[in-house]
């Protein structure tokens, strides 16, 4: 199948999603491609959450410049895209002479770039936050740190992007390309050949294969290990902002970073490694991650661990490229963002908009496009106007109790403009089998819904990519 497009981009993530929902606001049209069964699949779905205001980038850098211009606009995006976010600030905390010294060089190096912050004693950082041990001998206060679902976040970009016409074909990669004269004339895919005008790899971990099939720059990029833990919200309301260690030349080093839903997230680990698929845990980096946090915050010792998981971030030898490809004429890359891409995802939409522009795209403002997502509703928590008194009974039986997730919910996320395929997208989309009991309860019942919107049983629902089922079926009658 033929598909003409003005704009073809290749990843889902939040990177991918959040330059097709810039796009969509004007009158071109866009598809996106992703290898996987859905969106933020991969990368953006296991990170921190921190919308990070710039305070340890460095200064000078594309990354700085388009962290900052995103940093200030976190309410606002927050409400068009349906995604929680506080502003809960941050302290990074010194344990040590030298971590002290560090701090004063860190502050001076925010304040160069426009980032408030405050040098706090030891009595100080504990006044702002009680949690932290007596070890803390000073911090450095960050008043504009931030947290946000990024996973919600990524969704949010996605639907603006799909109710404003733009087309996500999914398990869909990229396989190969027609490129003359230095110009993309067919992209390949496993489902469909495009004759884009311009194309904008959004690869992510991927984002080294992507531009070799497409003829252009020749570059590395491997995983970056995190490994992560997951608190439960019972211990929640101690963690009052982002918590993490003095930085080094190459990694933030591990944070306690409090969740838009009551959880805390302790990690990552920085580990590089080769085999991007492989995303096993292992028990003693997991408990080091562990030791490390109660070295800062000592009533983690006690504290309810109720997940672990490991995230996959791209890291390449050169960060954010985000440019017009030299070698491909109609071709933008926008990969190599490492650890900073939901902070930066609103700037690096505008920002390769106006590459593209700068290409020739004509960009006009869409004539009816909207600008905001509608609101998810909760039916619990909110007086829905519901059309039938079967239909309000449908939107309060809860299907799972931990994060009081109903079955409306669950239906809603089944029929959305960029539905869930699979239990793990039902998990992104309302939070069902992410709660305390990870699924234990509820499983049963989300499979049971999921199938009355697929053509199979309840345990043929795929948990993630297909064929990932529970591996059980109807028992022999022989």
């Known amino acids: 199948m033929e598909n003409d497009v003005d704009v073809l981009i290749i990843g889902a993530g939040v990177v991918g999603c959040a330059i097709a929902a810039r796009l969509s606001l004007d009158d071109v049209t866009v598809a996106v491609v992703e290898r996987r069964h859905d969106v933020v699949d991969e990368t953006s779905k296991s990170n921190t959450g921190v919308a990070d205001c710039g305070w340890d980038c460095e200064p000078g850098t594309l990354e700085t410049e388009l962290v900052r211009r995103s ?67 000073g911090a450095l206060h960050v008043p504009d740190e931030g947290v946000i679902d990024s996973i919600r976040l990524t969704l949010g970009y996605a639907e603006l992007a799909a109710r404003n016409g733009a087309h996500f074909y999914l398990s869909c990669p990229l396989t190969g390309a027609n490129v003359t004269n230095r110009h993309i004339r067919d992209a390949h895919t496993s489902q469909r050949t495009f004759s884009p005008r311009f194309v904008v790899n959004a690869g992510g971990l991927g984002a080294d294969t992507v531009s070799h099939l497409l003829g252009a720059e020749d570059f590395q990029v491997w995983p970056r290990r995190g490994e992560y833990l997951l608190v439960d919200r019972e211990f929640g309301s101690h963690i009052p902002c982002v918590i993490s260690q003095v930085p080094t030349a190459t990694t933030r080093g591990v944070m306690i970073v409090p969740s838009t839903h009551g959880s805390v997230l302790l990690g990552p680990t920085a580990e590089d490694d080769t085999d991007k698929n492989d995303r096993s845990t292992h028990w003693e980096i997991l408990e080091q991650v562990r030791q490390r946090c109660v070295e800062l915050v000592p009533g983690l010792s006690q504290a309810p661990v109720i997940k672990s998981f490991t995230g996959l971030r791209p890291a390449s030898d050169r960060t954010y490229r985000v440019e017009a490809s030299s070698q491909v004429d109609n071709l933008v890359q926008a990969c190599g963002i490492r650890s900073t891409g939901v ?131 109807m028992a022999s009658s022989a």
């Not at 606002?76 to 929680?84: K, L, M, V």
């Not at 971590?99 to 770039?113: E, F, G, K, W």
């Not at 908009?353 to 928590?381: K, Q, V």
């Open 71 to 137: 940093s200030p606009r976190w309410e606002e995006i927050s409400e068009r895209f349906d995604a929680p976010f506080r502003r809960c600030g941050g302290v990074c905390v010194a344990r040590t002479e030298d971590d002290l010294t560090r701090l004063d060089q860190i502050a001076a190096s925010a304040q160069s770039i426009g980032v408030r912050t405050t040098r706090l004693t030891g009595e100080e950082a504990r006044d702002r936050a009680p949690c932290l041990g007596d070890e803390v001998v």
């Open 343 to 473: 902070s930066s995802s609103p700037a690096v939409g505008d920002y390769v908009r106006d590459i593209l522009i700068d290409l020739g795209l004509r960009c006009r403002p869409r004539s009816g496009a909207i600008h905001r997502i509608p609101r998810r509703p909760r039916p619990l928590l909110e007086d829905l106007s519901c059309e039938s008194s079967a239909e309000a009974a449908f939107g309060r039986i809860v299907i799972c109790a931990c994060e009081k997730v109903t079955a409306r919910e669950i239906h809603d996320a089944m029929t959305s403009v960029v539905p869930a395929r699979s239990v793990a997208g039902i998990a992104k989309r309302t939070r069902a089998t992410w709660g305390r009991c990870q699924g234990s309860a509820c499983l049963s019942g989300v499979l049971f819904i999921a199938s009355l919107y697929h053509d199979g049983e309840p345990w043929s629902i795929p948990m993630g990519e297909p064929g990932a089922t529970l591996g059980v079926g």
